[in-house]
């Protein structure tokens, strides 16, 4: 397929890092997004990273990710990711627990987790 038989339409996709997140988990999310940009020849997906405070969250690695936006500007998007590590419990808290269900109840926004093991509840 060429670049020409896909539509335009943009995907923006938002990937909320939880402290200590596994950032295999978020590379393989991201990676195969900008290889189709790339491969594509045009911009088809986009992403957002989104932390708590709008500062860097570190990984279970150590690393860090910049931030794009916080929780409290979390742009339009169409796909979120939560994106956690092992101790899902031990970060998950009421600021969380408010954007979920902020997410949840947006028509346009699907909430995902990575790993899937590490998913929560957010009900609307």
């Known amino acids: ?15 909320l890092l939880v402290s200590k997140y596994s ?6 999310a991201i990676e195969p997004l900008r290889m189709a940009n790339r491969l ?3 911009n088809l997906f986009t992403w ?6 709008g500062n860097p969250e570190p990984a279970s690695n150590d690393l860090m990710l910049a931030a794009d ?7 339009e998007l169409d796909i979120v990711f939560v994106c956690s590590g092992v101790d899902v419990n ?13 997410l ?4 346009s926004s699907w909430v995902a987790c990575v790993p899937v093991h590490t998913c929560w509840h957010a009900p609307a």
């Open 69 to 75: 936006c916080s929780f409290n500007d979390i742009p």
């Open 40 to 42: 594509l020849g045009k």
């Open 104 to 107: 949840a109840r947006k028509k």
């Open 1 to 15: 397929m060429t670049s020409e038989q896909y539509p335009d339409t943009l995907t923006r996709f938002g990937f």
């Open 90 to 102: 031990g970060v998950y808290n009421t600021d969380i627990q408010k954007v979920l269900h902020n």
């Open 48 to 53: 957002t990273i989104i932390t708590a405070d």
């Open 23 to 28: 950032m295999i988990a978020i590379s393989s």
